[in-house]
């Protein structure tokens, strides 16, 4: 049976262990919340990425020696968050979206009376401020680094940095990157072709840049492993795939391949994205650079040299004018920081200097 990569361990040959009797334990439950959400017709992609974030709880309880749901409370839990943000540097957003997750899944388990309270509704969620998830982007030295750093790759160097590059220069999102298929590049055309949010699609122009990065990486493209046919007595959550499959399209129609043969997932293209920029240095090394700072630097820059609004609008697939709007407030910055450095500023001034004045 197939688990979640993440309930896999490796031995010192590189070979998988699969998941022991103490995780199957904990994980069966996880099974049956994610096929009762399937039932109830929540979206495939969430239901998959609860399973995620739940795989990672498993192993952690599995390390604490907790082989029992009804073993955790509160302070376990918080224990967990606090791991999570210290040792993957997660945003207060992210670590919202993990206790949401527990949240679901915790009362899912009160529901059947495997325990008899939920251990994640005494807990807080991270609050938001004004400047959590802003407005972030890299200045063009700091893309260009991070380019560089993905050909420096060296196992996935060819798809790594085409994966980059679309998000640098087209703009995409991560989960764009993820559901392409081959048959989405136009070559002829040099145009590629994207499903957006809505599952709408926008036809994208690409660079013979770009367009050479996909040509090296196909060269060594590795053959997808082909997946087993499903018993005809499928679960929800296997209809669920089945239904996010027929979406983005099979494993063999996949784009960019992961390691494991597979189609690539978003949480694999942000371990791309977060090793790549390990090897950048930054203007101000608090900023934080994940996937979606990409899309925000492809934007920020183009708009920085010109690009006009409306075009931007339509290249980031946005269905309303007002989410393009935060790229115009960035000019805006730099006027304002530009009005502020005036020579004729007393702040500005030479010291012991005096504003000249023309004669006339």
Known sequence: MNYPERLYRLDTDGNRIEPDAEILGLWKWVERFQNEYARQNHS??????????????????????????????ALILRDYLDYLRLNHDLSAKTMNRHL??????????????????NPATGIRYA?????????????????KQLLEASEDQTRFAQRDLAMISLMLFCGLRISEVAGLNRGDIRWTEQLLIVRGKG???RELPMNEYVLKLLNDYLKVRPQPRYRKKRPASETPMDHARKQLEEKVGSQEEALFISSHLRRISTRGIRDVVDKAMEKVVLDDPSKRITPHKLRHTFATLLYLNGADINVLKDLLGHADLSSTQIYAAVDQQRKQQAMHRHPLLPENRPEGGSPTESKN
């Open 44 to 73: 495939p992609l969430t239901i998959i990425e609860y399973g995620y974030d739940l795989a990672g709880l498993v192993l952690y309880l599995r390390q604490k020696n907790i082989s029992d749901f009804q073993q955790i409370d």
């Open 100 to 117: 949401s997750t527990f949240r679901s899944f915790f009362r899912f388990l009160w529901e059947q009376r495997i325990i008899t309270q």
């Open 127 to 143: 609050r938001l401020t004004k400047n959590t998830g802003g407005h972030t982007y890299l200045m063009q030295s700091e893309a």
């Open 199 to 201: 599952n709408k699609i």
